[in-house]
């Protein structure tokens, strides 16, 4: 999370929500009533987090759950406990019947290689009726199946989340404000939310990613155990670091400018259409997820899916998953024509195009296939093994980061991944 200074932090929606919170938090005499009957307390305290490590089989690049963690497993850890632990506590506040606020705020390795907590939700909320509400501050954006349960893996039945789908949008929160709405047609539930906001990131490459104008809208339906949410994500994106190479592309006049017009990620649609289902009864489950993502810049258009089902034994719980990803976009341009530039400049534009090309080449094409298993071992806690087998798309690195000089493009890759996840 970007550092905040003393003249932004008024700006910041949940900054707004703390300094809400502080002044309805309750008096002293209702605090001491709380005390003496525990029921009768407007706060509720949770807590969760994961405790994991990761080996991976390439050692010439990281393997790592975002793109805004700086390293993983492989060539920064032979075995990495960056890739998925994590610890997180929420409270809850019910101020009446109607108006309620929660915080949430998590400890993980950030995009400079610390454990620092951040904010990930913090908003107040006010229920116009039952089955209607409205929240303000930093929410979750309903992107995907387990958007609300992305960071708690005690909720999921993987280690992680397929990287293939949840790495099409990696923005999970907005700035903002949200409204739902349920319908309840006999035992069909069904929940419409909408979110307006932005969000601020800064990635480990160095700049910020962000995405103002940010909107999404989802509409889930809860049958029983079947589960269906249909997503559309849009918002405005800029990435600093990008946005400054695509710079020195307009030094080469109309060319350059035709080039920058076309790859600068500076305030560009960022479109994203997701559809997730799953069933889960007591004895099993089968999930599945497909995902578009279309950036109109040099990050291309992207579609993803997989399919995962597991079988419960007593507290034992096999799974299989299958994931791929692939790009529908170039992975390579001619760029500049340096036969029409003077001498000078044809080092200063070879470079430029190598540059263009390197991160057009970059763009993740792979699939997977892995196999776990989960094991509940304890009340609120449970231990799980997976592995995880990908091969490359021709040319590509796949999600992996930390490219080294001896990195084969197009290979495979294996990964053994242990966790525990608990819950308090």
């Known amino acids: 999370m970007p550092r905040i200074t003393r003249s932004k932090l008024w700006r910041t929606p949940y900054s707004l929500c703390a300094i809400v919170l502080i002044a309805l938090l309750p008096s002293p005499a209702s605090v001491r009533a709380a005390a003496e009957d525990p029921s009768s307390s407007m706060f509720s305290f949770s807590g969760f987090g994961t405790l994991g490590v990761v080996h991976s089989s390439e050692h010439d690049a990281d393997f790592t759950s975002t793109i805004f963690k700086p390293n993983g497993a492989g ?43 951040h904010v990930e939700w913090a908003n107040i909320k006010y229920e116009l009726t039952p ?29 992680r989340p397929p990287v293939e789908v949840y790495s099409l949008v990696p923005i ?10 349920k319908w309840h047609i006999g035992d069909l539930v069904q929940t419409f939310v909408g979110t ?25 339906l809860e049958y029983g155990a079947a589960t269906l949410r249909i997503a559309y994500q849009r918002a405005n994106l800029t990435l600093d670091g990008l946005h400054t190479f695509f710079g020195a592309f307009r030094q080469f006049g109309p060319q350059g400018n035709l080039l920058a ?19 889960n009864p007591r004895d099993w489950f089968v999930t599945g997820e497909w995902g578009t993502s279309q950036f109109h810049s040099v990050l291309g258009e992207s579609t993803a899916w997989y399919a995962s089902g597991g079988y419960r034994l007593a507290k034992f719980t096999p799974y299989l998953t299958y994931g791929a990803l692939k790009a529908s976009s170039n992975v390579s341009d001619p760029g500049l024509t340096v036969s029409a530039l003077p001498p000078y400049l044809t080092g200063p534009a070879m470079g430029l195009n190598a540059g263009l090309n390197g991160i057009l080449g970059s763009i993740a ?31 590509s690195p796949g999600t992996l980061i930390n490219l080294q000089p001896g990195f084969q493009r197009g290979g495979t890759v294996n990964l053994f991944s242990a966790a525990i996840d608990f819950l308090w």
Do not use: C
């Open 365 to 395: 094409i792979q699939r997977t296939t892995s196999a776990g298993l989960r094991w509940d071992f304890m009340k609120n806690v449970d231990l799980k093994l997976q592995y995880d087998h990908t091969g490359l798309g021709a040319g």
């Open 261 to 279: 017009d076309k790859y600068d990620p500076y305030r560009k649609p960022l479109e994203f259409i997701g559809i997730g289902a799953m069933y």
């Open 196 to 220: 307006y906001g932005a969000t601020t990131s800064t990635q480990p490459t160095g700049g910020n990613a962000e995405a103002r104008r940010q909107w999404n809208i989802s509409d889930t």
């Open 75 to 117: 060539y920064s850890h032979d075995w990495s406990p960056d890739v998925d632990s994590l610890i997180g506590a929420q409270v809850n506040a019910n101020f009446s019947p109607h108006l309620s606020a929660m915080l949430q705020v998590i400890s993980e390795q950030t995009y400079d290689n610390n454990y620092r907590p």
């Open 131 to 159: 089955d209607a509400s409205v929240r303000v501050g930093r929410t979750v954006l309903a992107s995907f199946l387990v958007s609300d349960t992305r960071n708690i893996g005690y909720a999921n039945p993987w280690v």
């Open 172 to 181: 999970d929160s907005s700035d903002g404000i949200d409204a739902s709405y």
